[in-house]
């Protein structure tokens, strides 16, 4: 008993010393940052300042460009994620079957995790630019020309970029939690005489609702990096409707106006902790649920 405590110590000193070189680089770059971001949010100046309470966000919350970019990336959120997630399990439930070239399939549907950004947007800008091939092929038709970015199409064109991104992503997360489920129990219900609709609720969806949880949460996580595409087909101030929150802090950056990006931060990692946590939760209960 002795030498297995020990032994157990051990392994966690040395756990620990493995663990070190990255907590401190995570307090160095993530959490110290933040935590003077969340107390520059409170002052009036950065250098020198005095505190001024909620002052600062309520400044924030006055201001109709972070009202515009809050309303749209919380539109973008609720619209493009379920969207995503019907997509990707739609295409999971296929490629687990014996379809033809299923392995072509999968590995397609993987590519866009590995191309570079650029690339992606030079791909959007060859499809969607004024002389690009969609207008060419309305222009054959005699359809007139559409500026895509400069119009009210544009939220489109960014809710199919997201979805283009990270559908392959969500199809392996798919496809791990649909290869876990055992083949006895879809046995079973087909001696029971259960249809593929009743599979499907009652054994699929059932089984796979843990990786659904997590594949929601990596979903609304990766809504918020879709500025990087945004920004770089549409620049700093896009179309009113893909103007999102990291539009308006790196704007606020840009014009060293730090409180309002320190506030607008702090609300925007407020509001993903409250969905994290309400994600978490629900997953909990789900699992004593089904104990």
């Known amino acids: 008993m002795i030498v297995l405590q020990h032994l157990l110590r051990k392994q966690s000193v040395v756990a620990i010393g493995f663990l070190t070189p990255s907590l401190v680089g995570f307090a160095i770059f993530y959490l110290i940052p933040f935590a003077m971001g969340v107390i520059y949010s409170l002052m009036d100046r950065t250098v020198g300042g005095s505190f001024v309470g909620l002052a600062n966000y309520k400044e924030l919350l006055a201001s109709d460009s972070f009202r515009k970019a809050a309303a749209n990336t919380m539109l973008f959120t609720v619209v493009s994620v379920p969207l ?40 959007w800008q060859i499809l969607f630019d004024w002389n690009g091939a969609l207008n060419g092929w309305l222009h054959s038709f005699g359809l007139e020309r559409m500026d ?32 876990g489920i055992p083949r006895d129990y879809y046995e079973t219900a087909e001696l029971e005489g259960a249809g593929s609709f009743r599979k499907l609720t009652n054994i699929t969806l059932v089984y796979l609702t843990p990786t659904l949880f997590f594949v929601v949460l990596m979903s609304i996580i990766n809504s918020f990096k879709i500025f990087r595409e945004t920004y770089l087909i549409a620049g700093d101030y896009p179309h009113d409707s893909i103007y999102m929150m990291q539009h308006y802090m790196n704007n606020m950056f840009f014009s060293l106006d730090v409180q309002k990006l320190t506030a607008g931060a702090t609300l925007m990692v407020a509001c993903i902790l409250i969905l994290v946590l309400g994600m978490l939760t629900l997953e909990c209960q789900f699992r004593r649920f089904m104990e």
């Open 84 to 123: 995503l997630l019907l997509v990707s399990l739609l295409l999971a439930l296929l490629l687990n079957q014996n379809v033809f070239l299923r392995k072509w399939l999968r590995t397609a549907y993987v590519l866009p995790l590995v191309v570079p950004v650029a690339s992606i947007i030079m791909i």
């Open 148 to 179: 895509w970015m400069k119009s009210e199409w544009a939220i489109g064109v960014i809710s199919a970029a997201y979805l283009w991104k990270n559908v392959g992503y969500n199809i392996i997360l798919f496809l791990a939690g649909l290869q």
